[in-house]
């Protein structure tokens, strides 16, 4: 019995650390990290052909009759990855209108530094790149990682003030909105106009659906997912289906925080009144059941699907995205093409043209009274989060395949985009760990 206690002690405190590592808001940037670094160390590996095969593993679906054929690689950044910005367009849309983006001084700072935060780079690698076949790449900087950048970010913990994560937030779904949109109009093929129409059909009855106060969920999924199907077979990148989407879904609520608490103290007080001999199961059960009914009417369907999908995106999807997206094999070659004008294009539009974009349309906004500081965040702060915007990765990876149609240049811009995304997410890291307040922040 006495050699049982410690055992149980053992598993207790292991079971605590694992829900402490859980719940910690940095944990999530450190699982990105391990499943890139897995990734890395796996293709450069003697079985980094499996590497190769996992991702090119043929997986097909039927789904109402729709039979769908992916690799692995593009279900990852087709399908799932619609999730992660589904999503992240949530949270936007809540701060948009209750939170720390309901002042037009407040949003416009990151959208103004979206649009500069994209110039500088493509300016960069434009002027290093003229009158070359390697100017088709101007595309390839100008994109911010999103998961990456707020994994990062995350990793500094309380440290960092709600109004910084939000920031990079929309300054990051903006970049990438407006990345779609350089890929739609240079780098994409035909787009199907037939399915453009169709998805706009269904965004408009599900932002009907809103109007009319539909809160059903199911009414939500189903329409998500056949607008997620449209968008997918017409050319446009099926990421922006899940930020549509997200504008569509309700924020407000079917029953008031005050009239839920009235609610509750009442049927309590009704239950409490009765003697517990005299109680029947039933009746108890009935108001259990009638608790959580008005449960769900409290919350909005944007709360509800914004806390039910947070953990398997920052715990599921994006370190299986980051390990189908990281792996970049290396060679002598790729190395010694490091100097050319291609790869300096792309390393300093990513660590530079970044930096300067964003910080500076930040500081003119601030100068002309255009827009305001996120509560508790300086200048400085500001800084610190485009340096992080520097980390181009996946979408730069994604534009860069669309660019290039010379082998070489892509594999040098691969290697490229991994130096230059990898400076910038360790200057940025350093820097807000030193900038920001060593002890957690209070919201107001």
Partial sequence: MSAVRPIRR???????????????????????????????????????????????????FTIAGLHLHFTFEHFVNDALMVVFFLVVGLEIKREMLIGELSSLKKAMLPMIGAVFGMVFPAGIYATLNAGTPAIRGWGVPVATDIAFALGFLALLGNRVPLGLKVFLAALAIVDDLLSVLVIAVFYSGDLNMLMLLWAAIVTAVLYLGNRMGIHSIKFYIIGGLLLWYFVLQSGVHATIAGVVLALTIPVNRKLTRQSFFRKVHDMVLDVMRTPEDERRDSDESDVIHALEKMSERVQSPLARIEHGLQPY?????????????????????????????????????????????????????????????????????????????????????????????????????KLSILVGSSISAIAGYIFLRRTLPQSPTVES
């Avoid at 305001?372 to 520097?390: D, F, M, N, Q, R």
Wanted: net charge negative.
């Fill in 10 to 60: 053992v598993g207790t405190r292991i079971q605590s650390a694992f829900l402490d590592f859980f719940q910690a808001s940095s944990s999530a940037g450190i699982v990105i990290i391990c499943f890139t670094a897995i990734a890395m160390v796996w293709i450069n590996s003697p079985l980094g052909a499996s590497y190769i095969d996992v991702l090119h593993q043929e997986l097909a």
């Fill in 313 to 413: 995106v920052a715990f599921l999807i994006m370190p299986i995205f980051a390990l189908a997206n990281s792996g970049v094999a290396v060679t002598e070659s790729m190395v010694a093409g490091l100097s050319s004008n291609l790869s300096l294009g792309i390393i300093l539009g990513l660590f530079l043209g970044k930096q300067a974009g964003i910080t500076l349309a930040a500081w003119l906004s601030l100068k002309l009274g255009w827009a305001e500081l996120p509560a508790h965040t300086t200048l400085k702060h500001i800084y610190g989060v485009s340096l992080l915007c520097g980390i181009g990765f996946t979408m730069a990876l994604f534009v860069a395949h669309l660019a290039y149609i010379d082998p070489a240049n892509l594999q040098s811009a």
